[in-house]
């Protein structure tokens, strides 16, 4: 599998257990807020390496995305949006369906710009 990053994987994994063990070990209650903000930085870390892996997987099954860093990060900045919207209990159905469409449109302009960019340069 010429394709399967085997660090990758283990970057994942090594992501995962770190998260396991901040989570499982604080409570966010009674730890200071720059622990909360350690633990949502790596929450954020780990779904990117996850959402990139997954990515660079779908070349397997004919699924090629040329820019998989860029819509790894757009996905990763939608979904750690969500999860902070949701832990200081501000997310509700209106925010998802204000926030999705921004990101796609985001994404869609900057694939565009940086596209249009490349050919007027070239």
Same mark, same amino acid.
């Given at each position: 599998?010429?394709?399967?990053?085997?660090?990758?994987?283990?970057?994942? %994994?090594?992501?995962?257990?770190?998260?396991?063990?901040?989570?499982?070990?604080?409570?966010?209650?009674?730890?200071?807020?720059?622990?909360?903000?350690? %633990?949502?930085?790596?929450?954020?870390?780990? +779904?990117?390496?996850?959402?990139?892996?997954?990515?660079?997987?779908?070349?397997?099954?004919?699924?090629? +995305?040329?820019?998989?860093?860029?819509?790894?990060?757009?996905?990763?900045?939608?979904?750690?949006?969500?999860?902070?919207?949701?832990? +200081? %209990?501000?997310?509700?159905?209106?925010?998802?369906?204000?926030?999705?469409?921004?990101?796609? +449109?985001?994404?869609?302009?900057?694939?565009?710009?940086?596209?249009?960019?490349?050919?007027?340069? %070239?």
């Amino acid at each position: 599998m010429k394709y399967f990053n085997h660090k990758q994987f283990w970057l994942v %994994g090594l992501l995962v257990v770190a998260d396991i063990i901040i989570f499982a070990g604080t409570d966010a209650t009674k730890v200071t807020s720059f622990i909360v903000m350690v %633990g949502y930085l790596l929450l954020v870390l780990t +779904i990117f390496a996850a959402i990139f892996g997954i990515l660079s997987l779908s070349r397997l099954y004919g699924i090629p +995305i040329k820019h998989k860093k860029r819509f790894a990060a757009y996905i990763t900045g939608m979904i750690g949006l969500l999860v902070a919207l949701q832990s +200081i %209990g501000e997310l509700s159905s209106r925010d998802i369906l204000v926030i999705l469409p921004l990101v796609i +449109i985001a994404y869609a302009y900057s694939s565009y710009s940086r596209s249009d960019r490349r050919n007027l340069e %070239g």
